[in-house]
């Protein structure tokens, strides 16, 4: 919050000073008042004044150090009216000290002003010191596996191609205040650390050097921010069956005409407090409360669609249904998925399913074996997304206060191990030798 005292600029949020709340007594509170002489409104109970205008920073002593107090002249008065002779003398008198005042005047003038100043390099370098002592971007830039660490892109590189895609787009904050005290670029590595490491709101904000409620303030912003330029724009279209064949790896040579490799997973969440709630989310396969997430990945081991989080008890079907994942796809499509999608009867028209085969007999014919292996071999990578994704450890367990958001820390999780290196190596190779040709 700002100073409430005209003309002053300081921001509780710096911790350059500190800050008093108006005295409950009447009287003294009306004493302040006048004292700071704001004239455009009347504090109210979220008012503060800086220790700044309190002579030694101390409240008791009351606030007297103004910018008028300042700048105020001095005033002298004349010695009482006499007779003619003291009369002469006092016109003398006020002559002599009229003359005197313009010097002592600027003299104290320059004086208090200097304190001003004085006491403005203390608060700048307190400022500075502030800013050295905070957890930043530029303390790991250059150390990739740090970066990886803290945000899960691999390099600094890639970390500032995200932030370019952010930096530009008017941020409303979602506490209703911006937020001054921590740089862009630290607010969106502040995002991404919480997202990847998950530490708790006071650890972010002693690394920081800023309040919980700056914390929060952070990261809503950006979590919004990340999933609209992320999951709503690079992710609103879907790879085409022909343009996945540019690059289709060696696993999927037997499925040319493979779309999409789907999959579902759970993610652990607190227990909720109403019963029916219970119910929904309890999954029989994990024993435990769950959302359930659908994730699509193209030949080229992409991710190209993120369900909603749906409760951890609806079935593989129901979500598949829901998602509206279905209306992707186009005649010739294939999709590949694990036994459990039994969702041959709500295909569009002309999209098929390859699924592996059930065990109706004693074993397995050889063809089914062929198939089931290269199934397996194809679908493994929708396995090995979905574990980039839960490297996140904010998805190990989802509290119910991130329950509202848990859908967008779902997809922007996914959305950003899309700007890791390619999981299939063959990918990574092809896009290497197309670098190099241009």
């Given at each position: 919050?700002?100073?409430?005292?005209?003309?002053?600029?300081?921001?509780?949020?710096?911790?350059?000073?500190?800050?008093?709340?108006?005295?409950?007594?009447?009287?003294?509170?009306?004493?302040?008042?006048?004292?700071?002489?704001?004239?455009?409104?009347?504090?109210?109970?979220?008012?503060?004044?800086?220790?700044?205008?309190?002579?030694?920073?101390?409240?008791?002593?009351?606030?007297?150090?103004?910018?008028?107090?300042?700048?105020?002249?001095?005033?002298?008065?004349?010695?009482?009216?006499?007779?003619?002779?003291?009369?002469?003398?006092?016109?003398?008198?006020?002559?002599?000290?009229?003359?005197?005042?313009?010097?002592?005047?600027?003299?104290?003038?320059?004086?208090?002003?200097?304190?001003?100043?004085?006491?403005?390099?203390?608060?700048?370098?307190?400022?500075?010191?502030?800013?050295?002592?905070?957890?930043?971007?530029?303390?790991?830039?250059?150390?990739?596996?740090?970066?990886?660490?803290?945000?899960?892109?691999?390099?600094?590189?890639?970390?500032?191609?995200?932030?370019?895609?952010?930096?530009?787009?008017?941020?409303n904050y979602y506490l209703g205040w911006n937020v001054t005290c921590v740089s862009d670029i630290d607010q969106l590595f502040l995002t991404l650390?919480?997202?990847?490491?998950?530490?708790?709101?006071?650890?972010?904000?002693?690394?920081?050097?800023?309040?919980?409620?700056?914390?929060?303030?952070?990261?809503?912003?950006?979590?919004?921010?990340?999933?609209?330029?992320?999951?709503?724009?690079?992710?609103?279209?879907?790879?085409?069956?022909?343009?996945?064949?540019?690059?289709?790896?060696?696993?999927?040579?037997?499925?040319?005409?493979?779309?999409?490799?789907?999959?579902?997973?759970?993610?652990?969440?607190?227990?909720?407090?109403?019963?029916?709630?219970?119910?929904d989310t309890y999954s029989h396969y994990k024993h435990r409360n769950t959302l359930k997430g659908l994730v699509g990945v193209a030949p080229n081991?992409?991710?190209?669609?993120?369900?909603?989080?749906?409760?951890?008890?609806?079935?593989?079907?129901?979500?598949?249904?829901?998602?509206?994942?279905?209306?992707?796809?186009?005649?010739?499509?294939?999709?590949?998925?694990?036994?459990?999608?039994?969702?041959?009867?709500?295909?569009?028209?002309?999209?098929?399913?390859?699924?592996?085969?059930?065990?109706?007999?004693?074993?397995?014919?050889?063809?089914?074996?062929?198939?089931?292996?290269?199934?397996?071999?194809?679908?493994?990578?929708?396995?090995?997304?979905?574990?980039?994704?839960?490297?996140?450890?904010?998805?190990?367990?989802?509290?119910?206060?991130?329950?509202?958001?848990?859908?967008?820390?779902?997809?922007?999780?996914?959305?950003?191990?899309?700007?890791?290196?390619?999981?299939?190596?063959?990918?990574?190779?092809?896009?290497?030798?197309?670098?190099?040709?241009?």
């Amino acid at each position: 919050m700002m100073c409430f005292a005209p003309e002053c600029k300081h921001y509780s949020e710096k911790h350059m000073c500190k800050f008093f709340t108006f005295p409950k007594n009447v009287k003294e509170r009306k004493r302040w008042i006048k004292l700071i002489r704001r004239a455009d409104r009347d504090p109210n109970d979220g008012s503060r004044i800086c220790s700044c205008h309190f002579k030694d920073g101390v409240k008791q002593n009351g606030p007297t150090l103004f910018l008028h107090n300042v700048k105020k002249r001095l005033v002298f008065h004349s010695p009482p009216k006499g007779n003619n002779e003291t009369n002469v003398t006092t016109e003398i008198e006020e002559e002599t000290v009229l003359v005197s005042v313009p010097s002592t005047s600027s003299s104290v003038l320059a004086e208090a002003e200097n304190m001003l100043l004085q006491k403005e390099v203390v608060q700048l370098t307190s400022q500075l010191n502030h800013l050295e002592m905070s957890f930043s971007f530029k303390h790991i830039e250059d150390k990739d596996d740090l970066v990886v660490l803290y945000t899960g892109l691999p390099n600094k590189k890639i970390f500032l191609s995200v932030f370019n895609l952010l930096k530009n787009i008017d941020k409303n904050y979602y506490l209703g205040w911006n937020v001054t005290c921590v740089s862009d670029i630290d607010q969106l590595f502040l995002t991404l650390l919480k997202l990847r490491q998950n530490p708790p709101h006071k650890d972010l904000a002693l690394r920081f050097n800023c309040s919980s409620a700056t914390v929060t303030n952070i990261f809503v912003t950006w979590l919004h921010l990340l999933h609209e330029i992320i999951c709503c724009t690079l992710m609103k279209s879907v790879p085409s069956r022909h343009k996945n064949e540019a690059c289709l790896p060696n696993c999927f040579s037997v499925f040319p005409n493979a779309r999409m490799v789907i999959d579902c997973t759970e993610i652990y969440s607190e227990i909720p407090h109403s019963l029916k709630n219970k119910k929904d989310t309890y999954s029989h396969y994990k024993h435990r409360n769950t959302l359930k997430g659908l994730v699509g990945v193209a030949p080229n081991g992409v991710i190209t669609y993120i369900s909603p989080l749906y409760p951890g008890s609806t079935s593989d079907k129901k979500v598949v249904q829901h998602s509206g994942i279905l209306n992707i796809f186009e005649p010739g499509d294939l999709i590949l998925a694990d036994k459990g999608f039994l969702i041959t009867d709500i295909l569009p028209a002309g999209v098929s399913l390859n699924i592996p085969p059930f065990l109706c007999q004693p074993q397995f014919t050889p063809h089914q074996i062929i198939q089931t292996r290269n199934i397996a071999r194809a679908r493994i990578h929708v396995e090995r997304a979905i574990r980039r994704c839960k490297a996140y450890k904010i998805l190990h367990l989802i509290p119910q206060n991130l329950m509202p958001l848990a859908t967008k820390i779902w997809q922007v999780c996914g959305g950003l191990t899309n700007f890791q290196f390619p999981l299939i190596k063959e990918v990574e190779t092809y896009y290497q030798d197309k670098s190099e040709d241009i």
